[in-house]
């Protein structure tokens, strides 16, 4: 029950546009998020190449955050992963802006670890 109140004030924050444009890119379990086209990365990675990887890194570090009960050294790469998943079909989607990314990836995020 927690975690749905956590989720509803950090929807409430993206659609008040209170989130940080500049912040440091997230990196971890398999996930980069950057906006560096030169950046290195290993086989297995699911790199997220985006304008937004400041708001991006945001996001997902106030995901861990809240599910940080439910994520485990195993289950914390299938988490990622599943990040890394729906910010590509999102960002790919030309009709979507960075407030339809954010609030899809707590949609599923939501679904699928609450």
């Known amino acids: 029950m927690l975690n749905k109140v956590h989720l509803e004030l950090l929807k409430n924050k993206i659609d008040r546009g209170h989130f ?6 997230f990196a971890g379990a ?8 030169n950046r290195k990365f290993e086989d297995g990675d699911i790199l997220i190449l985006s304008e ?3 708001p991006i890194s945001w996001l997902i570090e106030q995901l861990r955050d ?14 990622y992963e599943e990040i890394g998943i729906i910010l590509t079909r999102t960002l790919n989607d ?12 707590i949609a599923e995020v939501e679904a699928n670890w609450n």
Do not use: Q, S
């Not at 398999?30 to 086209?37: E, F, K, M, R, S």
């Not at 809240?66 to 988490?79: A, H, Q, R, S, W």
């Open 94 to 105: 030309k009709e979507k802006d960075l407030f339809d990314c954010l609030n899809d990836v």
């Open 66 to 79: 809240i599910f940080v009960e439910k994520l485990d050294y195993y289950n914390k790469f299938k988490f």
């Open 52 to 54: 937004f990887a400041g």
């Open 20 to 25: 940080p444009k500049i912040h440091p890119h």
């Open 30 to 37: 398999n996930l980069i998020i950057t906006d560096n086209p």
